[in-house]
């Protein structure tokens, strides 16, 4: 119960202070600390998934490890953005809570840095664009 009321008077604050960029700052922040809080070495990907959502970020960096990183605070490089923006974008830096995934098994969790890369675009672009990162062939979840 007091930690529903603190969300909810964070929210309000944040709204009364500034724009929708603010309360998503405070939305995010909140939401990674619950989450930090809550998991679990041992969870699956589909249950951290289920809980938590879709990353913000999705890195590979050996066939059996993947990592998954959720904003914490997003936006940290430009204030403008971090009052106005809803969401992060392209080229932002921030602070992100990294879960790092073993064979499908989570095994640690810790804030980084990161800039978020470019969104990965469909259709034609005859090789316009940089190439897309791809998950390894059997990739998890």
């Not at 309000?12 to 405070?26: E, F, M, P, S």
């Not at 960096?61 to 809803?86: F, G, H, I, Q, R």
Request: glycine content about 10%; some cysteine.
């Amino acid at each position: 119960m007091i930690k529903a009321l603190r969300m909810l008077s964070a929210v309000l604050i944040a709204t009364a202070i500034g724009g929708c960029g603010v309360v998503y700052q405070a939305g995010t922040r909140i939401n990674a600390a619950r989450m930090s809080d809550d998991l679990k070495v041992g969870e699956t990907m589909p249950e951290v998934h289920n809980k938590w959502g879709e990353p913000d970020i999705r890195e590979y960096p050996s066939a059996n490890t993947e990592v998954w990183s959720y904003a914490y605070k997003p936006n940290s490089d430009d204030a403008l953005a971090a009052v106005l923006y809803t969401s992060s974008k392209e080229g932002d830096k921030g602070t992100f809570l990294d879960l790092k995934f073993i064979g499908g098994k989570l095994v640690s969790w810790a804030e980084v840095s990161h800039t978020m890369p470019p969104k990965q675009r469909g259709g034609f672009n005859a090789g316009l664009s940089a190439p897309s990162i791809a998950p390894p062939a059997g990739a998890h979840y």
